[in-house]
């Protein structure tokens, strides 16, 4: 998880000193840039709140690339999603890594990527496998802009939880 962040730091700070705590809260430059866009924040809560605000403002190329600094549900995080990879690892740490879920998992996250074309996006934090893997299938039978304000509404929710926690460290 990046440094904790004061109030007063996230209002004040030149945006270059920000740039890894924001990256790792979601990876969308549109979306930092409107972070950064709205400082002041009167409180903590405020800042949360324009957090998740801000990704269901994003266009869909924008949640496509927000989507695209996100491991797969299941997938040790690194590489491409190294901005996030401490908070991906500890909201994915309940998922369970037996080989048959791993393997439902894979084929599940395989058929999600082919019908939807992007990573298949669900805050695991507090969630078991049995839960996600019942979201994973009941969401490729949505329709394609279904998905999308679902993917959207999943990546608000992980996007503000990690804003609470940079804030409240």
Known sequence: MPDAV????????PPDDLAGVLRACNTSAAWAARMLAGRPYPSAGDAVAAAEKAV??????????ALAGHPRIGERPGGAHSDGAAFSRREQSGVDTREDTAARL?????????RFGHVFLIRAAGRDSGEILGELERRLANDPATERAEAAGQLAEITAMRMRQVLAG
């Open 106 to 114: 894979a084929d599940g996250n395989a058929r999600y990527e082919q």
């Open 6 to 13: 004061t109030l007063d730091r996230l209002n004040t700070a």
């Open 56 to 65: 269901l403002d994003l266009d869909d190329a924008e949640v496509g690339a």
